[in-house]
């Protein structure tokens, strides 16, 4: 099984600590796992975009331009993105503040509200959890459980008061996502 | 002891990693790809623990000679930088290969010339392997192309470094230091208290005076001094090339690649094995010493090889020395910090070897 992921939107919606999030998962899971972050100019001010990769086999290239799942959370990933999902891939976007959406055919398509989500729920940090719930309801490569663990094992106990939140967000995610278009 | 799991940048990894060898001291200046290193560092804080030195210097130069002070000493000392912090640490290089202490030299290489751009490049080979500073000499140079690998390469560039006094370079990458993967952590080593013989510490009166110095006013002494350097390097291409090879056993043709650019390589011989063409991967892991006498016993089995770097073509000199004009040896890479794709890589072997 492997996995080709990403995830891009603005800097400040959590991009890359969601892909953090991911990659953590599927440590959780025995899976081998990439995590590499956009870094250029682009995250100073404007687009943000990690690539994640979970795999049951040694991971050879971190870098790829085609990919089984994009998760789009701003209107220029759209337009950057959008071409590099394979084949009968997935995307998964956030409807906020898209004008021009996703035109293939020969992708599945889903949408996720999640930052109308988060401000229903009050609680806008949650946002990207939100978009990782939605994740998992349609490719459940990882668990919800291993998520949780992931989160315990990666933030300071500090901020564990935060879990039952984000979990709540996770599932919220899951109930809200729909279907747009079937590849 | 058992290994601990962790999942990290390879900037992160280095830094964990120098903690855990014992390092007695590192000494940086920022700059990006490679600043979690020294960030890391400071927030870790072990001179608490290990009593490691951790310190931010002026400048560049500042660093490197602090490393040059301190492996005087016989300490286990490194800095770190990316390329054109790397070239401001030339003069301190050459003159730590020429007074023979050892120390690991971090490069998370980008874009160049000048300031260049920030994202990955692989172009400081030349400069790496082939001198960098002035004078006849050589670093041993160490190319991971994993997050594990920028963990491991620490103990493993120390431990060479002492054995044969020499400055040891890992030439990593922007992709590498920047992605997070799944690495095993070794225990923590406890940092030496005892000084090498030849460390400058104070004279005792057991013992004639040591002399740490890259000078000699006496020509001849001079031509003496650099005969021992070169007979130690010929030492070290004969003991410690170190490579990983991947579906070289039945290949007809043959890609070249390290760090970044080896596992873009390796994707895209999957890809074309998945095509049914019999392709093969060599990854030098030391690129000095080059792994120049296996590339040619391969070129004896191959119709062609691709040398995959992201550069203008430097590694390509080496692999066309060591094939030896047996058979054809063309170079492909992306420049200015954009990463080769494993479809270009596919491409360009196609065009330039299979059907060139």
Known sequence: MTEEIIIAGFGGQGVLSMGKIMAYSGVMQDMEVSWMPSYGPEMRGGTANVIVILSSERISSPIIRHFDTAIILNQQSLDKFESSVKAGGVLIYDGNGITRHPERKDITIYRVDATEEAARMNSPKTFNMIVLGGFIKVKPVIKIENIIKGLKKSLPERYHNLIPMNEKALIRGEEIITEVQKA | ?356
């Open chain 2, 1 to 356: 002891m058992e290994k601990e799991l962790r999942l990290m940048k390879g900037n992160e990894a280095v830094a964990e990693a120098a903690i855990r060898a014992g390092t007695d001291g590192y000494f940086g200046y920022p700059i990006t790809p490679q600043s979690e290193i020294l960030e890391y560092l400071m927030e870790a804080n072990p001179g608490e623990t290990t009593g490691m030195v951790v310190l931010q210097a002026e400048s560049e130069i500042a660093a490197i000679n602090m490393v040059y002070g301190g492996a005087a000493c016989g300490k286990k000392v490194m800095t770190s930088s990316s390329s054109p912090g790397i070239s401001l640490k030339q003069e301190g290089i050459s003159y730590i290969a020429g007074a023979e202490l050892p120390c690991l030299i971090v490069n998370v290489v980008r874009a160049g010339p000048g300031l260049g751009a920030i994202q990955p490049a692989q172009s400081d080979y030349f400069q790496s392997v082939k001198g960098g500073g002035h004078g006849d000499y050589h670093l041993i140079v160490l190319a991971p192309s994993s997050v594990q690998e920028m963990a491991d390469f620490v103990e493993l560039g120390f431990e060479l470094a002492f054995k044969y006094r020499n400055p040891v370079m890992m030439l990593s990458d922007g992709a590498i230091g920047q992605m997070m993967e799944k690495v095993y952590l070794s225990p923590q080593k406890e940092r030496s208290s005892d000084s090498p013989l030849w460390a400058t510490t104070g004279k005792p009166a057991s013992r004639p005076r040591n002399f740490i110095t890259s000078l000699d006013l006496d020509p001849y002494g001079q031509e003496v001094f650099n005969n021992k350097l070169q007979a130690k390097y010929a030492e070290i291409r004969e003991k410690e090339v170190r490579y990983e090879e991947f579906l070289c056993e039945d290949a007809e043709y043959l890609l070249v690649a390290y760090g970044t650019s080896a596992r873009v390589s390796q994707k895209a011989v999957q890809i074309l094995r998945g095509e049914g063409i019999k392709v093969g991967l060599l990854r030098p892991i030391t690129l000095f010493p080059f792994p120049t006498k296996r590339i040619y016993e391969l070129a004896g089995k191959v119709k062609g090889m691709l040398s995959v770097e992201m550069s203008a073509g430097q590694m390509v000199e080496d692999v066309l020395l060591a094939v030896n004009g047996k058979v054809p040896v063309k170079h492909f890479g992306r420049l200015g910090g954009i990463v080769t794709t494993p479809e270009e890589v596919v491409e360009n072997l196609k065009s330039k070897i299979i059907g060139g």
